[in-house]
């Protein structure tokens, strides 16, 4: 296998029969040791925390299978931590989705004054912010999507539809444990001209709550395996 990319959480590999592998890491997006998915450098390492990463991940791809959501995922080796998908190619230089069921974290943080922590986006808000350690990970728009060469918005209205729908499918599931998803991150990518979810999702990429404390990844993961 040929790496090809370093990763906060993951390492990527190039396959023989053109798919890529993905290797799942123990660390963890946080700061000061405390985690946090908002936060875009790695913070804390939790030892086992890949492999249970991996399993929550073919758990919804699962999940999304079952619903006739098409995603990269083809197969994984939980022993070694590792997952096949099909390779795709990122927007950009990488493009994260965050879908807001609730305001909490960086939307609280920008728009603080207009909104209070804790209060529920009807419907879902969507929004896009480029990869980009050095710069903060900034936002854009659709528009700026576009008029930046990176996707077209036909591509961005599909992106949108199939988040929503795939947050819905993983709240859903939450919620059948007793569980509250406030806000959730994705990356998407195109196979084909197709925009297909890519990456993972797992408990680091999300925050979710159990009567009004938000529950640590570890914790998280296995409420979702365990239940």
């Not at 807001?100 to 922590?117: H, K, P, Q, W």
């Not at 961005?156 to 988040?163: I, L, N, P, R, Y």
């Amino acid at each position: 296998m040929k790496k090809i990319y370093e990763g906060k959480t993951k390492d990527v590999y190039s396959l023989e029969n053109g798919n890529v592998l993905l290797k799942f890491k123990d660390d963890c997006t946080g700061k000061d040791g405390v985690f946090d998915p908002g936060e875009n450098t790695v913070g804390l390492t939790i030892e086992g925390i890949g492999r249970e990463n991996l399993k929550t991940s073919i758990h919804y791809f699962e999940l999304l299978k079952q619903a006739g959501i098409k995603t990269h995922y083809v197969s994984a080796n939980i022993e070694e931590a590792t997952m096949e998908v099909l390779p795709a190619t990122v927007f950009g230089h990488g493009l994260e989705v965050i879908c807001r069921l609730v305001a909490t974290g960086s939307f609280v943080r920008r728009y603080g004054e207009y909104i209070a922590d804790g209060t529920p986006l009807e419907g879902g808000y969507v929004e896009c912010t480029f990869k980009n350690d050095a710069k903060g990970d900034p936002l854009v728009t659709s528009e700026g999507l576009a008029a930046l060469g990176v996707m077209s918005e036909e591509m961005f209205k599909s992106m949108k539809e199939q988040t929503l729908k795939i947050t819905k499918i993983v709240a859903d599931d939450l919620a059948s444990i007793g569980l509250q998803l406030w806000d959730i991150k994705f990356e998407f990518g195109y196979n084909n001209d197709e925009v297909i979810l890519i990456d993972e999702i797992a408990s680091g990429n999300m925050r979710v709550y159990k009567d009004g404390v938000i529950v640590d990844p570890v914790k998280l993961t296995e409420l979702i395996l365990n239940r």
